[in-house]
Structure formats: C-alpha cells, structure tokens
C-alpha cells in the first residue's frame, strides 16, 4: 500500500482563497517532499521538508509536518488560476533503502 | 545541463512485444527511479537504484526489469508487454538524502 495518502483528492477553490491539501504515511520516513504536476506532465519540486522539522515556508506556500500524527500539509495563500494543477507528496524512506513513495495525489482547480 | 531526459516520449506496443525505456540525468545523481501514473493511482514505484549497478523492486515491480550499467542511464525494460502496461511512465533522480527529485517528462506507453 501506498505510503502518502492525500486529502482531499480534488479541491475546488475561488481565485484569492488558501488551499489547504493534506498527506498522511504509514511509517517513519526521513524527508516529505511536495510536487506540482501540470496536465500529467513531469512533476516539479515545491518544498522539502525534514523529519526534525516543523514547519517550512517557500513564497505563498507552507508546509508543516507532524511526525507524531505522521502527517503533513501544504497550504497555498492567496492562490491563482495558475496554481491549478495536482499535488503529490513524496515520502522517502531510507530504511528501505531509499524508496520514494508518492501518495495519489489532489487535484487543485482555482477559479478565477 | 538537461536534467532528466526520458526516451522515447510515446511508444504503441502490441501485446508481447518487448521494449526499453531509457533515462539519462546529467546531474551525477546517485539514486534513480522508475514509476508509472494511472488515472487515480497516483504513481507507484516500480523499480529503483542507489548506486551504479544496483538496482532494487518497488512496489509494482512485476513484468519489468531495469539494469543501472552506468552511473547516468536508467533503463525500464518490458520483456513481453501486456495490456496492463499502458501507463505513463516517469523517471526521477536525485542526488541523495534530503535532497529534491528532479523527474522527466513522461513516456506515454500503449500496448494493444
């Protein structure tokens, strides 16, 4: 079974508002990564975040990580008809020699 | 600097042919992977590799097989291929622990 787990699967927002996607995983893992995919195109890396911290923070997007719930969220601000795509989150898990497991993903439209 | 290069970018196969998906990065990253996408699977890992000459399974590693001979080249070879295999296929690389994925742009593959 897949280690990251999105939530929700698709989200439907006004140009303007926050969107707030989450991810939950099974085992320990040793970094989260989020990533954007445009249209079933190749992904493209947002924000890694480590298993020692808690928060992050990259232009309109935050990310927090809460390993003892092993859960983590991506909130975009103030989000564009641009920003319509689907997002992944990416976890890797060095014990098992250093698999990326992806979750299924949301899917993000905006409106404008 | 190409980053990661997928070849070829579609492919229609009959059922039991045989084919290799090639991936190269210019990066000299170490670890390198292979996934598929389908509709409301997110993308699930099918084989990966941490160093020259090695390779290990993901999670749908059946009727695939992968080789990594040089550093820079990735291969995703399906010996007979079925119906089941069509699927958008993605290979990423990355330099190591905590660091980003940088993935190619897809291969669109369909066996009939």
Redesign the interface.
Known sequence: SQQGEEDPQALSIQEGENATMNCSYKTSINNLQWYRQNSGRGLVHLILIRSNEREKHSGRLRVTLDTSKKSSSLLITASRAADTASYFCFCMIYNQGGKLIFGQGTELSVKP | NAGVTQTPKFRVLKTGQSMTLLCAQDMNHE?M?W?R?DP??????IH?S?GEGTT?K??VPDGYNVSRLKKQNFLLGLESAAPSQTS?Y?C?S?LG??????????TRLTVV
């Open positions: 670890y992977y996934y996408q409301g699977m997110g993308l699930r890992l990966y941490v290990a993901g999670e958008v993605f990423a990355n622990r905590n660091t980003e994925a940088f993935f190619g742009q897809g």
